[in-house]
């Protein structure tokens, strides 16, 4: 006996109201934007500069205490958080500090970081400072720079790379998808204020990565279908090749998540943020590939005579796995 | 349809065995690690019993490469440093002075007028010489010595209102930047080995940027003092003291401060007597006063100038600089032959330690900026191991049962595949010699999650397959080649996500497309291969009737 999802190929009408489903999503995108705009994201020192310094003490965090330190120094925005993990031992009460670059230098200063240790100590004699970075103006410029040419760039390659195995109407469906992904995992780290740093951009590309992977194993079996039912509607093929990959895709996301829930629950706080943009990756990847990429492709259509050799099918790739 | 090749079976299997061998040593970690330390100790300085023993810890004849544990795992600081190349021409400019002004002596008086630190400007006492001086000094200027700048001189020479405007040439400004970043590579990397910590990183990033990791150092701050400090150590003549920091020193001359005493101000001739460059040792000491100084020796050159000028200056005062500050401004007592002698001043027995090494390895031929920074603390990176070492586990476990229960004896054959893929992960990193970050784990974890779909796409497309009832045979082989489409063009654009991040990502993030891009490759492989391998020597052994995926 078999653990299975589906004993038959389900048969569920994914496209009955798709043009709602596109509408909820661009929605969606527009409330994930509106937000950004809005409230704007809760930068890491790596976009903005500044200085977080982690301290572990055995003794309970006192945040109004360290703030009376620290707000001696005068050394403008400081914001102080106690991290919570249940990794963590009894005596181990770890706080992050944070502090914006200070005005006018380029470069890190020890000085302010030494100041604000020693202070520190004068409250909690026997405090460790676990880690301290430190990420002048200059490079966190440079950092927001890469990190948009980045994603633009993997977005670019991709809309090429589906371009020359499929058609132009799958590659668009495809990096709406993406953009899509992007869009609504940005909104959620500005909704919920969580730290966007550099290890975020990471996970944003895996999710580009992910959603792209699960969007091309639908859009494979849908030119698949394409070529074999020449005769049915577009809609009705859409629907049949996500139903048959309807299997797939929930194993592959299913063991995707039960290896990233793992990670978020066990794997310390310091990369949890990074998880978390990951886990909500795959969930919004599986949908968007569903009701945005399949949805583009059918509001776009696609050209369904396979057979003659034109300028769009004619490339070397079109029909590799005939 | 279901045949592979006997080579083919082989290559398979030796690949995998490969794999594994490779990423042996890793599940060793601490022994091999002394192993390794043992043998480049015994390479560098000679065997010892202990050091003997160390290396027998792990067979001679075995893999000993390891996957290098970032920093944020082991611990240790991260530097980004820019070198502010511009500092030199003004050391340029300092040098040009005597030169000028000997050059033209024969010829008119000059003066020298007041410039930015990047030009250097002489006023002629007989402005009809102009044309001439000129010459003269181009006649000075010396070709400079890269590749691409063949055929120009190192200066510029202008003249305007009877004042002869020296600058760098483009030319000469390119090729010394690229020697400061040299030197500055050069020296950093020394006064790191001096203080001899393991394994290191110096690497020159961009034009002007030098990125330094050392695992292991306790903070960033303790970095900073051993590489920050210029050093530029120099014995310059006193013109006088005073308490005016802004006072005008004359040309030719600065004003610099004291270290020990607040508000007290040096007046100094700018052009040193003898500097740093002509050391050849320095070992911390003590004074006779018994507080800690600095021992120092020069260089026959520098010994000789520092012999004639203590013998011509008796009486008068002389400065220690250190990076624009005075250490210590004694009176020449005697005639100091031998060119040895004592650096005093008000220093701990730390910071004359520190001073010694600085002085050894010589100075930064330019000063540094620090862009970025980061510590972090041992405690930290073990927190991070054994959390993601738990978190991998259990994903794997998880994972692992899942497919059991999904797929049967299919899923077993994927689980197995799965193994050998982590492991060729290690191994592949472990051969590269790629460094594991904390993102590089989740990286890992992702893969683990991830590998499974290739084998999950084959096995749906089998199981659709049975249901035309084509026979088991069939169904696995066109199972295999129809999911084949779909897994190639998912990985590639996964792929090309990874190289995307490689390429421009640093530090962790570099870790994390590292072993993603790995994972990749190593799952398409064991998916399209391995799992079909085995499938194939079972269904060869078993020949069933029917079967159930």
């Keep these: 006996m078999r653990l299975r999802l589906f004993n038959e190929a389900p048969n569920f009408d994914f496209f009955k109201r798709w043009k709602i489903w596109l509408g909820i999503s661009a929605l969606m995108m527009v409330v994930a934007f509106a937000s950004f705009l809005i409230q704007g994201l809760n930068y890491g020192i790596d976009f903005r500069g500044g200085t977080t310094i982690r301290s572990e003490s055995p003794l309970a965090v006192d945040i109004a205490e360290y703030r009376g330190a620290i707000d001696a120094l005068e050394l403008g925005d400081i914001s102080i958080t106690e991290v919570f993990d249940p990794s963590f031992r009894d005596d181990q009460n770890v706080a992050m500090i944070r502090i914006q670059a200070q005005d006018g230098q380029e470069a890190v200063t020890t000085d302010v970081i030494d100041a604000i240790e020693g202070a520190l100590k004068e ?4 405090i460790k400072f676990t880690s301290v970075e430190s990420v002048g103006p200059k490079v966190s410029g440079e950092l927001i720079q890469t990190a948009v040419i980045a994603v633009a760039l993997a977005i670019g390659a991709v809309l090429i790379y589906i371009w020359l195995r499929f058609e132009w109407q799958f590659a668009a469906g495809a990096v709406l998808a993406l953009v899509h992904d992007v869009i609504l995992t940005i909104g959620i780290f500005s909704e919920l204020q969580i730290r966007f740093d550099l290890a975020i951009i990471a996970a944003l590309l895996t999710i580009v990565g992910y959603s792209l992977n699960d969007t091309v194993v639908v859009f494979d079996r849908v030119r698949e279908n394409l070529r074999k039912y020449k005769k ?25 998540l039960i290896a990233l829930i793992a990670l978020f629950v066990l794997g310390g706080d310091v990369i949890r943020g990074f998880v978390f943009a990951m886990i909500w990756g795959v969930i919004v990847g599986t949908y968007s590939s569903i009701f945005v990429a399949s949805a583009i492709l059918l509001y776009l259509g696609v050209k369904r005579d396979w057979s003659k050799p034109d300028a769009n099918a004619g490339n070397q790739y079109a029909n590799i796995d005939a | 349809m279901l045949q592979i090749d006997l080579w083919k079976r082989i290559l398979i299997a030796l690949t995998c065995a490969l794999g594994i061998w490779l990423a042996l040593p890793n599940a060793f970690y601490a022994p091999v690690e002394q192993h390794n330390d043992a043998v ?7 065997s010892t019993a202990e050091l003997e023993a160390q290396k027998a810890l792990w067979p001679e004849w075995m893999p000993s490469s390891l996957v290098n544990l970032g920093l944020d795992l082991r611990g240790g600081a991260h530097l980004l440093a820019e070198v502010k190349v511009e500092d030199v021409y003004a050391n340029r400019m300092e040098a040009q002075w005597p030169e000028v002004r000997d050059a033209l002596r024969s010829l008119t008086p000059v003066r020298r007028q007041q410039s930015p630190a990047d030009e250097l400007r002489v006023r002629l006492n007989d402005e009809t010489k102009m044309a001439e001086a000129m010459e003269i000094v181009r006649a000075n200027a010396r070709p400079v010595q890269t590749l691409t700048g063949a055929g120009a001189t190192d ?18 400004k390119q090729a010394t930047n690229e020697r ?22 110096i690497q020159r990033q961009g034009a002007d940027r030098i990125l330094i990791q050392v695992p292991g150092i306790g903070s960033a701050a303790e970095l900073k003092a051993i590489i920050g400090t210029t050093a530029q150590l120099s014995f310059n003549p006193v013109v006088s003291r005073g308490s005016d920091g802004n006072a005008n020193p004359g040309i030719g001359n600065k004003v610099i401060p004291s270290v020990d005493e607040p508000g007290a101000f040096y007046v100094v001739e700018s052009a040193p007597v003898v500097t740093g460059d002509q050391l050849v040792d320095a070992q911390p000491a003590y004074d006779s006063n018994g507080r800690p ?162 084998n999950v796409l084959i096995f749906e497309r089998i199981r659709e397959e049975l249901k035309t009832a084509k026979g088991p045979a069939r169904a696995i082989s066109l199972g295999y080649e129809k999911a084949l489409s779909a897994i190639i063009d998912a990985n590639i ?30 799952s398409v492989f064991t998916a399209i291969f391995v799992t079909r391998l085995m499938v194939v020597i079972w269904f060869e052994r078993a020949r069933p009737k029917t079967i159930e995926v």
């Design chain 1, 232 to 256: 049915r509607d577009l809609k009705e093929v859409l629907n049949l090749s996500i139903n048959e990959t309807m299997a797939r895709t929930f194993m592959t996301s299913f063991t995707t």
């Design chain 2, 40 to 46: 480049a100790e015994i390479e560098l300085s000679g």
């Design chain 2, 293 to 454: 100084a600095v021992n120092f020796r020069f260089d026959t050159s520098g010994a000789r100038k520092f012999g004639d000028y203590t013998a011509a200056n008796i009486g008068a005062p002389f400065a220690i600089v250190l990076d624009d500050e005075v250490i210590s401004a004694p009176t020449i007592q005697s005639h100091i032959p031998g060119g040895s002698g004592i650096i005093t001043g008000n220093f701990t027995l730390e910071e004359s330690t520190n001073l010694a090494i600085l002085l050894r390895a010589g100075a930064l031929p330019a000063g540094l900026d620090f862009l970025e920074e980061r510590t972090v603390g041992p405690e930290l990176g073990q927190d991070s191991i054994d959390a993601g070492k738990v978190a991998t586990v259990v994903a794997f476990v998880a994972v692992l049962f899942f497919m059991f229960v999904s797929y049967g004896l299919f899923g077993v054959f994927a689980n197995i595949a799965l193994m050998i893929n982590v492991a060729m992960i290690f191994g592949l990193l472990s051969l590269v010699g790629a460094t594991l970050t904390l993102p590089g784990i989740a990286g890992i974890v992702l893969t683990v999650g991830m590998a499974v779909d290739a």
């Design chain 1, 123 to 126: 409250v909690r004699p026997n």
């Design chain 2, 493 to 522: 654009t996964t792929l090309i996500t990874a190289v995307i991040l490689f390429a421009i990502g640093s530090g962790p993030v570099r870790g994390f497309a590292i072993t993603l891009g790995f994972g990749i490759i190593t």
């Design chain 2, 155 to 172: 200066i510029d020479v202008r003249g305007e209102d009877g004042v002869i405007i020296i600058t760098l040439s483009e030319a000469e």
């Design chain 2, 180 to 201: 400061t970043m040299q030197q500055s590579l050069e020296i950093i990397r020394r006064r790191i080995d001096e203080v001899g910590t393991r394994e290191p990183t």
